[in-house]
Nanobody
């Protein structure tokens, strides 16, 4: 079983920054950050494959940076210039290679329980 544990969430003012971290139990092809939305739907925020190739949702391009440390099996999300609409539960997710390219639309197999991010004045 692949386990994912998130940390780093919190409450900050608009314009502030947070850094989220995800620790995985194994090295796996595709990892990413997703925000939980209505009806248990998840929006892909940022992903990185094993080689560090990244993909981002349009809403966070230029503000967020996702990185992998394969030696530590970790995934990080540096979140800058945060806005109130960035608020939500952020979940780390991962999947094995299935022939498709890792990106924000990739079908993830494994999920963490999430960490809360709140942006408010």
């Amino acid at each position: 079983q692949v386990q994912l544990v998130e940390s780093g969430g919190g409450s900050v003012q608009p314009g502030g920054s947070l850094r989220l971290s995800c620790a995985a139990s194994v090295d796996i092809y595709c990892m990413g950050w997703f925000r939980q939305g209505p009806g248990n739907m998840h929006e892909g925020i940022a992903t990185a494959d094993h080689n560090g190739r990244t993909d981002y949702a349009d809403s966070v391009k230029g503000r967020f940076t996702v990185t992998r440390d394969n030696a530590e099996n970790t995934l990080s999300l540096q979140m800058n210039d945060l806005r109130p609409d960035d608020t939500g539960k952020y979940l780390c997710a991962a999947a094995r290679f299935d022939g498709r390219r890792c990106g924000v639309l990739y079908a993830m197999e494994y999920w963490g329980v999430g960490t809360l991010v709140t942006i408010s004045s």
